[in-house]
């Protein structure tokens, strides 16, 4: 498993609230404490729990190295690790920027 990068799924409109405002602070880190993130492998269950009403989203690509003093790996109720971020990360932290579409058949898939 790949832990280089982590990723964080966003609507369309929150990622382009965010370039608007040159800054991403989502509410949901607010009420949380942390910012919810994802390993690759999880990207799709992740979206498909959390994400049912949306047909598209995007998904940003993060270094590990850029948000490590802020990263912690914690198990979810699940028993699952996942990776949470505990304080901001900056746009510039941003290294790639993918889309998840539904298919015809209802499943979530990266372009």
């Excluded at 370039?19 to 690759?40: C, M, N, T, V």
């Excluded at 699940?78 to 510039?92: I, K, M, R, V």
């Amino acid at each position: 498993m790949n832990r280089s990068f982590l990723y964080h799924i966003v609507t369309p409109a929150e990622w382009e609230r965010a370039l608007q405002l040159k800054k991403y602070r989502p509410a949901k880190a607010k009420a949380d404490g942390f910012i919810h993130a994802s390993w690759e492998e999880q990207i799709l269950k992740s979206a498909g729990r959390h994400f049912t009403d949306f047909d598209s989203l995007i998904v940003l690509v993060i270094p590990v190295s850029r948000v490590r003093k802020i990263l912690k790996e914690e198990k979810s109720e699940s028993g699952e690790s996942f990776p949470h971020l505990y304080g901001w990360f900056e746009l510039d932290d941003v290294t790639d920027v993918k889309l998840l579409s539904r298919t015809g058949r209802g499943e979530l898939e990266m372009d």
